[in-house]
């Protein structure tokens, strides 16, 4: 039993050092935002970006424009208040990969407004 256990937490250790866990939950949130026609493809391609950002050494490709911000902070905001709520804004961070469950955002106790929203995204 502790055999597996030691495993189970080498295996998480290791997902962690290499934020796996970050990359399958940006690539599947690309997948389902974008819908492509041929998804291996797509996945394959995304992929490559980061490699040659990584290897050149240039910040990483940015895969939103403008009109995909403004989509998805619709989407958060169903009631159209014109904010969303601080958890529902970190989860859309954390969903793009730009910032981390351990991540410590200050919350100023008002909604996030689409400006503030597309200034972080």
């Known amino acids: 039993m502790e055999a597996r256990s030691s495993r189970e937490l080498q295996a ?6 290499h934020r ?3 990359l399958l939950t940006y690539l599947t ?10 998804p291996r493809e797509y ?10 950002a990584r290897l050149s ?3 990483l490709p940015f895969f939103m424009d403008n009109s ?6 619709e989407m958060l905001d169903s009631s159209n208040k014109g904010s969303i709520s601080f ?6 961070l954390k969903t793009l990969g ?3 469950a351990e991540e410590v955002l200050k919350d100023d106790g008002h909604g996030v407004t689409f400006e503030k929203f597309r200034n972080e995204v």
């Open 12 to 17: 998480r250790n290791y997902l962690e050092k």
């Open 20 to 22: 796996i866990m970050d």
């Open 43 to 52: 996945l394959i391609s995304i992929l490559e970006r980061l490699r040659i």
């Open 29 to 38: 949130s690309a997948l389902l935002f974008f819908r492509p026609e041929r």
């Open 87 to 92: 958890v529902q804004y970190k989860e859309a």
């Open 68 to 73: 995909n911000i403004a989509s998805m902070f």
């Open 98 to 100: 730009l910032c981390t």
């Open 57 to 59: 050494g240039v910040a």
